[in-house]
């Protein structure tokens, strides 16, 4: 190395360093302070000084994760003390004289446990339980209202039952987009199906409609009913069936199988059968002939939905065989014929008989 090259990089005297041991003593006796970088003032600007008597505002606590709406409610449900059947007794008479809402908020306030409790036992998967509660507490205000308190009955054994009422209602009304529970089978087997079938099914028995019809007195009809709107989901009709391009504009409507004529069809046979019924109306007042308006009224077009005269009733009427009144029948019948044929043009398609036909 040349002396130009030490004199441009000279040695740097090595420093004494303490042990390892040492090191790591030292740092643990004295912990780092966080390096704290104060704002410079601004070129050009004096320091603006904070006032002695101004606070700086503190930064506020706040927790990671927020408590629900359910757990909020019952932090304030707790909030409520419970009441002895002494006091509840008292309050529950004097509620009776002066109907104090004063009197009546402490009763509810008092059983909103209860309410929750009642509410878990009917929570479904398809429900928020708030809505559940909300029903119950109705339920829990109307038998604050109805309370008798001298039938020494506590208030939480009578609220219990216009609870669960509330809230089974809720069930019915909201279960599906088709209502539930109009008449009475129909509550009976949306609460009672499933478990009477569940109770046949462990004693060994099939649970067959007729016998489930027999354990909750209800019909068969009934029973299927019910099975199937609880087993299977409701959809519109009307929505769009998920699958290629050729069938997005399919709906579940179209794939139905409709047994029923189509409702132009009806409307058209409906039509038909109004303008036929006009022109037979008709054709009986150009009749002149007594036997001719007897077999019209009687035989061919009776009036009053009565049931059409035999032929041989009409022969022993008139004291002629029952040949020679089906004869009469024919020559009106082809008189008849013949009349539809000119006033109603689409009648001569219906009316082709096999020989002219052929």
Same mark, same amino acid.
């Given at each position: ?15 004494? !360093? ?31 000084? =904070?006032?002695?008597?101004? $606070?700086?505002?503190?930064? #506020? ?9 359910? $757990? ?11 009441? &002895? ?6 309050? @529950? ?25 009642? @509410?878990?036992?009917?929570? !479904? ?7 559940? %509660? ?12 109805k309370y008798d308190p001298f039938r020494g ?5 009578? @609220? ?15 279960? !599906? ?49 019910? /099975?199937? !709107? ?5 959809? &519109? ?16 409507? /179209?794939?139905? #199988? ?27 007042? =150009? ?12 035989? %061919? ?58």
């Amino acid at each position: 190395m040349s002396p130009r090259s030490k004199a441009r990089n000279p040695k740097k005297p090595a420093k004494a !360093r303490a042990p390892r041991k040492a090191r790591d003593e030292r740092q643990e006796a004295e912990p780092l302070e966080p390096e704290v970088l104060e704002p410079e003032p601004l070129a050009g600007h004096d320091e603006l000084e =904070t006032p002695a008597d101004t $606070q700086l505002p503190v930064p #506020v606590e706040r927790d990671l994760a927020r408590a629900d709406a359910l $757990q909020r409610y019952m932090a304030e449900v707790a909030r409520h003390p419970l009441l &002895s059947r002494e006091e509840e007794h008292r309050l @529950a008479v004097k509620f009776q004289k002066t109907h104090d809402p004063e009197i009546a908020y402490r009763l509810v306030t008092a059983n909103l446990r209860l309410v929750v409790k009642i @509410a878990n036992e009917y929570r !479904r998967a398809a429900f928020n339980l708030l809505d559940l %509660i909300q029903e119950g507490n109705v339920g829990l205000m109307h038998a604050v209202r109805k309370y008798d308190p001298f039938r020494g009955v506590k208030l939480s054994s009578y @609220a219990a039952w216009w609870i669960r009422a509330y809230i089974l209602r809720y069930l019915m009304d909201n279960w !599906r987009m088709v209502k539930l529970g109009t008449t009475q089978a129909q509550r009976k087997l949306f609460f009672n199906l499933r478990k009477e079938q569940e109770k046949l099914l462990a004693q060994g028995f099939e649970a067959a409609p007729r016998l489930l019809a027999e354990r909750l007195d209800v019909s068969e009809q009934d029973v299927r009913e019910m /099975d199937q !709107r609880l087993a299977n989901d409701e959809f &519109s009709i009307d929505a769009p069936i998920a699958g290629g391009q050729e069938e997005g504009r399919q709906t579940h409507g /179209d794939r139905l #199988v409709q047994s029923a004529p189509p409702i132009d069809e009806q409307l058209a046979d409906e039509e038909l059968r109004r303008i036929f019924k006009e022109k037979l109306a008709a054709f009986g007042k =150009t009749l002149t002939a007594e036997k001719d308006k007897f077999l019209f009224e009687n035989r %061919i077009a009776p009036s009053d939905d009565r049931e059409p005269m035999t032929l041989q009733q009409i022969g022993d009427l008139w004291g002629v065989t029952r040949e020679r009144a089906r004869q009469l029948e024919a020559r009106l019948t082809d008189r008849l014929r013949e009349y539809l044929r000119r006033e109603l043009p689409d009648f001569a398609q219906l009316s082709v008989t096999p020989a002219e036909e052929s």
